[in-house]
């Protein structure tokens, strides 16, 4: 097991209801747990959809540089001895960014897990990689919000098939892909673009994706702690240590970026 090459489909799906821009990728990552700080990806898989509906497929197993637990070899089937020649994420990352640059991202339970540990990996490897500008299409939040269910479930509900290699990185988003595409069909309320799905989940305003800041009325807050519901900002000024204490705590990277990009903010306007 290696790398799957690149497949573009010169076939258009027989139906295609999203509507797109430009390309979307949707991905799936098999990861050594559920921890973003500390945990690392074992395996990436990205379908990527043009918007005259032919798609590119690329696969990638991770060497993450630490031992895979038997629990999660139990859930992915991904084994230390398979990734022990695979590239690690610091030397994938330039062609992974490159496959997803320009487009927007989908996912199952991917604003909270997949795409925060994805831009976790690349803070760790020094890369640059923002998703500002990209929309980001959670497909399990359209479903928990009509129907409260798993992927394995979804891909029955909404296509009425069974979802082989269930925790095969490539199946999962491949089958979450499917599952978007039967949701327009059924709920046409919530569009068919990325806009109106991003807006309709609600998730369209991130901060962090730890969700340790939230925005109201276009202000980031605090969503944790002493200090929950007030202004970042003010708190920067009122007690500047608190800054401080979260950069050395056990917060995400990112949600360490995202404060120093407020605080930034901050020092900027005062000068």
């Not at 925060?116 to 640059?128: H, K, N, T, Y």
């Not at 978007?180 to 309709?200: D, M």
């Not at 240590?241 to 020092?267: A, C, H, S, V």
Request: overall charge neutral; proline content about 4%.
């Amino acid at each position: 097991m290696g790398e799957t090459p690149y497949f573009r489909s010169r076939h258009k799906f027989l139906q295609m209801n999203l509507q797109l821009a430009r390309p979307i990728v949707f991905i799936d990552l098999e990861t050594t747990g559920v921890n973003v700080s500390t945990d690392r990806i074992v395996e990436i898989a990205m379908v990527k959809i043009l918007p005259d509906g032919t798609r590119q497929v690329k696969r990638k197993l991770i060497n993450p540089l630490m031992p895979i637990p038997a629990g999660a070899t139990a859930v992915h089937g991904i084994t230390d001895e398979m990734v022990k020649d695979a590239p690690t994420f610091k030397q994938a990352g330039n062609e992974i960014k490159q496959f997803i640059e320009h487009c927007d991202l989908g996912g199952y339970n991917s604003n909270r897990f997949d795409i925060p540990m994805l831009i976790e990996e690349f803070l760790r490897a020094g890369m640059e990689f923002s998703v500002d500008g990209k929309k980001l299409v959670d497909v399990q939040r359209v479903f928990h919000l009509m129907e409260q269910r798993t992927l394995t479930a979804a891909y029955k509900f909404y296509c009425d098939k069974s979802l082989e290699s269930a925790h095969s990185a490539e199946a999962d988003a491949m089958a979450t892909w499917e599952v978007l595409e039967a949701q327009l069909v059924r709920y046409p309320n919530i569009g068919n673009t990325l806009e109106t799905i991003v807006k309709f989940t609600g998730e369209e305003d991130i901060v962090d994706f730890a969700r340790r800041f939230v925005r109201e009325n276009g202000v980031e807050v605090f969503n944790f702690g002493k200090h929950k519901g007030k202004p970042v900002t003010n708190v920067l000024k009122e007690e500047p240590q608190y800054y401080d204490w979260m950069m050395k705590g056990d917060f995400p990277m990112n949600t360490k970026q995202k404060l120093t990009e407020i605080l930034n903010r901050t020092l900027v306007k005062k000068a």
